[in-house]
């Protein structure tokens, strides 16, 4: 994506984007950006890791039911070191380790932006069934407590 403003830190060691990338004949505009994603996306269930950032910096809202997020699945979680029962996203790397035995993201290397998509979607593929029959719960309860409000009376005041 072109950028407008002035770059101070590529962050190419977690990015992966260098400065060739964003004035490349290839780069498009946010606004094509932000189109072709919604597009993409649209009526599409979105796995990934840590989507939330992706999201807020397109400024794009997605149906909670429709994203998969690695960092935001319960199962995939682990406790606060130090506040007992609060649970916090493990990195992608661990995951993609223990869960699948990959090694991504090694130490001193740019990350690979196709390497952590496909981690985050092996793991989603790995644990579908479990994944999609608490995704089903969830809706079904939500569900069942929007019905209840619309049957509940309301209090009126003179």
Known sequence: VRVEEEVTDYRTFVSGITASDLTSSDAISFDECRALVLKSIENK???GHGLRSDFDVLQIRHEWHMIRDTAKYQPFMKEHH???GLLVPKKLKELARDKLGLIIQED???HDS???????MELY???RRKWEKAVEWKLNKTRS???Q???LPTTVYV
């Open 45 to 47: 269930i979105v796995v």
């Open 82 to 84: 130090s506040e007992q």
């Open 108 to 110: 001193g290397q740019q």
């Open 114 to 120: 196709v390497e952590d998509a496909t981690a985050a």
């Open 125 to 127: 593929i790995k644990h």
């Open 145 to 147: 407590i929007v019905e």
């Open 149 to 151: 409000q619309t049957f």
